[in-house]
T-cell receptor, first 112, second 111 residues
């Protein structure tokens, strides 16, 4: 059974600081996704990582994938309040179709 | 393009009742997956439909069933509702490409 673990589960940080969220998974896969979810809302796609060594950046967020270590990171640079949300990583462990296994989520709060 | 649309957005049901949730996939997508997200948890895969057949299924009881229509839209049916079925139900559509797109979800409350 594919397992996806995120840490930390809760993260409170000050504006302007940097931090990294980690996502470990238990099986070989080269398809890793990061989503953002605001309270009561659906999932917003942030990044799709499809190969070992993939790195993608959008604004203050940067995601990377190391398939050999079965690890993805989501790095936050100079956090701002608008980044407060819950962040999920998900792994597609199937060879066809999209069947995502999600981590528990990291609830990020950015304080002024 | 309207993206993935789900209906209704909110629903309140009584224990023991049955419920049907609906999903219209993004234009051009032929695969629909359903997820259940309990409060404070990550979404869990329920099942996936492709070519009107259930192609994959997660660890959910038979009370959860589905259907896909020729126009690729899909329904999720839950029978004999339990309090623990209260959750946000998310539909995702895809087309063989790696990325799936999620609808806004249906919030089901069982009382």
């Amino acid at each position: 059974e594919l397992k996806v673990e995120q840490n930390p589960l809760f993260l409170s940080m000050q504006e302007g600081k940097n931090y990294t969220i980690y996502c470990n998974y238990s099986t070989t896969s080269d398809r890793l996704y990061w989503y953002r979810q605001d309270p009561g809302k659906s999932l917003e796609s942030l990044f799709v990582l499809l190969s070992n060594g993939a790195v993608k950046q959008e604004g203050r967020l940067m995601a990377s994938l190391d398939t050999k270590a079965r690890l993805s990171t989501l790095h936050i640079t100079a956090a701002v309040h608008d980044l407060s949300a819950t962040y999920f990583c998900a792994v597609d462990g199937e060879t066809s179709g999209s069947r995502l296994t999600f981590g528990e989520g990291t609830q990020l709060t950015v304080n002024p | 393009d309207a993206g993935v649309t789900q209906s209704p957005t909110h629903l309140i049901k009584t224990r023991g009742q049955q419920v049907t949730l609906r999903c219209s996939p993004k234009s051009g997508h032929d695969t629909v997956s359903w997820y259940q997200q309990a409060l404070g948890q990550g979404p869990q895969f329920i099942f996936q439909y492709y070519e009107e057949e259930e192609r994959q299924r997660g660890n959910f009881p038979d009370r959860f069933s589905g259907h896909q229509f020729p126009n690729y839209s899909s329904e999720l049916n839950v029978n004999a509702l339990l309090l623990g079925d209260s959750a946000l139900y998310l539909c995702a559509s895809s087309s063989g490409a790696p990325e799936a797109f999620f609808g806004q979800g249906t919030r089901l409350t069982v009382v």
